[in-house]
């Protein structure tokens, strides 16, 4: 992992991330947008949801389990990195969710800089290539996980992971994800998942990619 202070936790806030309340308990930080701006892929109500009861809950879990644990003051990527069980399902999500969100924006679909746009073309032929990959990863990820892209020597890989699933715990580090659990667009789009993902291309913050792949 890059000793680049910037993405020192595997995300560019890390700071705001790994924010503690007086009682050693990560605080939910404040989304990065307003509630309404990814409409109308991604709607407020979704992300009153997702962010504010789904990513608030897993947070208070992750408070609750390292509570007395040789985690208790770990910041929250080495805990996703090194941890097990009920506590690593809770810290994974946390900086899942964190790193999901980091990178959406409402101003209008983007296109990937330049050096993302170098990368993706070197390792999957075109970014219109990687986007049909990463969109059948997404497509066929069976039950609820994410769709992850992962620099890894010089490379762009796509890895799809259950669950929790994070490329944390096998010392990798991503520049974007999806998430395809249910939660992330049945209130939207129902079961239509691939509807989902048509709407998740329009609000990637492709600047905020580049800026990741720039840490490395
Ligand atoms: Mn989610």
């Given amino acids: 992992m890059t000793?680049?202070?910037k993405c020192k936790c595997g995300l560019l806030s890390c700071e705001a991330v790994n924010a503690k309340d007086g009682d050693n308990r990560f605080v939910l930080k404040a989304l990065p947008y307003g509630e309404d701006a990814l409409e109308p892929h991604i709607s407020g109500?979704?992300?009153a949801y997702h962010y504010g009861k789904h990513l608030a809950a897993y947070i208070d879990n992750l408070n609750k389990l390292k509570t007395g644990t040789p985690f208790e003051n770990l910041p929250l990527h080495e805990i996703a990195a090194k941890a097990t069980g009920g506590l690593f399902n809770n810290a994974a999500q946390t900086f899942n969710h964190y790193f999901y969100f980091e990178a959406l924006q409402g101003n209008g679909e983007g296109q990937?800089?330049?050096r993302t746009r170098q990368l993706l073309e070197e390792?999957?032929?075109?970014v219109e290539q990687f986007k049909e990959q990463f969109t059948q990863a997404?497509?066929?990820?069976?039950?609820?996980?994410?769709?992850w892209l992962v620099l890894?020597?010089?490379k762009l890989k796509i890895e799809a992971l259950a669950n929790a699933g994070t490329p944390l715990t096998?010392?990798?580090y991503p520049v974007l994800t999806m998430d395809v659990w249910e939660h992330a667009y049945y209130l939207d789009t129902?079961?239509?998942?691939?509807k989902y993902i048509e709407h998740f291309w329009k609000v990637v913050d492709w600047a905020k990619v580049e800026e990741r792949i720039a840490c490395f």
């Fill in 123 to 126: 390792s999957f032929g075109s």
């Fill in 45 to 47: 109500r979704t992300l």
């Fill in 138 to 147: 997404g497509a066929t990820l069976f039950g609820s996980g994410w769709v």
């Fill in 112 to 114: 990937p800089g330049e």
């Fill in 152 to 154: 890894a020597d010089g």
């Fill in 170 to 172: 096998a010392g990798e």
């Fill in 3 to 5: 000793e680049k202070n």
């Fill in 190 to 194: 129902q079961n239509a998942r691939a």
